[in-house]
């Protein structure tokens, strides 16, 4: 693939069927610079010379390397003097100029290595009284002890403070960005649909119902197998494409994992989906039930559907997210199933699947055009069922409006026998 290659434009290569297109889920190098120069105004705001970030995520969001994370350091510096350098592992190299890193590579040999691999990239940054005024390095609030200790110690003078720059820089994605975000829920719908279709087939085949694994299974295998199909460089992040299947009291678990229990009439049951395009996440969760709802389920389902719709209303541009998650959640607790609440309405979506900022009670921070934030009310009664309904949503200029498309209401979700 052109490394000039946007993600709004697709590329055809040469193994595309004759006249399709595949969409490109690699940014551009000018993309990645304007990333770069975001979070470089931020730096220089606050008064840092250097940020050092060995996050996957931000190595990612700052360079285009996507990485297999292990024992060996993958970090990136990002200088206020413009200088930007990866530091990778040697039998990384090559991995990272396949996927043409935006950042100048400086590798070391091995790990734990007879030279500490942070050496090799304060040799080529210099130490404090040489990268910058002050000396104050940020460092990413994720990184482990072990890390920052190693890293110290290779800076003489430099004055190392955790912050959450990168992080925040996150926040806002660039159009270019929200373009993965809506490839990535336009699989997500398709795999929730592939769900729906394979309980169907069952059901007007007389066969078995298929179990929770089975369902996760051919669910996963319709988002891979379709990015593979339709995509011409395919970054492959952990999870791909899947999600969690439960049913009945198994779905009262908010993060319960698929099993052998194979669906039954009557059942509620929940297909809680997403996938990542370019690395960036969106999720799509439906709750369904397999038959004629009972009295009880319409008003689960119902209450859960209002408070979603509410919730998704009030996301906004410089409403708190407290306060979104307060009128989401507001909703039910005025029906009554207050006791069945378990979480939040929802968090932030990127390069994870999970990731600040939180629609939470204790989160202050403005919602922003650009951000992306999933809407996920849910209640839990415990050995019945749980009710949750997700879109992942991107704020406006004048409101919000969901990636996710797949319909919401129990005239859909509910399956005749």
Known sequence: ?????????????????????????????????????????????????????????????????FHHPCERPVAVWLGADGERVLLVPELERENAERQHARAELVSYPEFPGVVPPFRALSQRVGSAGRFGPTGRVGFSTSMTWERQAAAMAEFDGARFEATDLVTVARFVKLPEEIELHAEAARITDLML???????????????????????????????????YAEHDDVVVVSPLAGGLVYAGANSAYPHGLPSGYRLQPGDTFMLSLGCAVGGRFVEGERTFVLGEPTADQRRYHDAV???????????????ECRSVNATCLQVIQDAGLGQFLRHRQGHGIGLGMHEPPWLEGGDATLLEPGMIVSNEPGIYIPGHAGYRISDSMVVTEDGSRPLTAFPRGLDVCAIEL
């Open 305 to 319: 559907r209002e408070a979603q719709a509410i919730g998704g209303a009030a996301i906004r541009p410089g409403v």
């Open 1 to 65: 693939m052109s490394s000039t290659t946007t993600a709004t434009t697709p590329t055809t290569p040469a193994n595309a069927p004759k006249g399709q297109p595949m969409f490109s889920t690699r940014l551009a190098l000018p993309v990645l610079d304007r990333l770069q120069e975001r979070l470089r105004d931020r730096m220089i705001e606050a008064g840092f010379d250097a940020i050092l970030t060995d996050s996957p995520e931000d190595v990612a969001y700052l360079t285009g390397f």
């Open 193 to 227: 649909d592939s769900g729906v279709a394979l309980i169907r087939d069952a059901i007007a085949s007389g066969g078995r119902m298929p179990s929770e694994a089975e369902l996760a299974s051919h669910v996963g295998g319709v988002g891979v197998s379709t990015m």
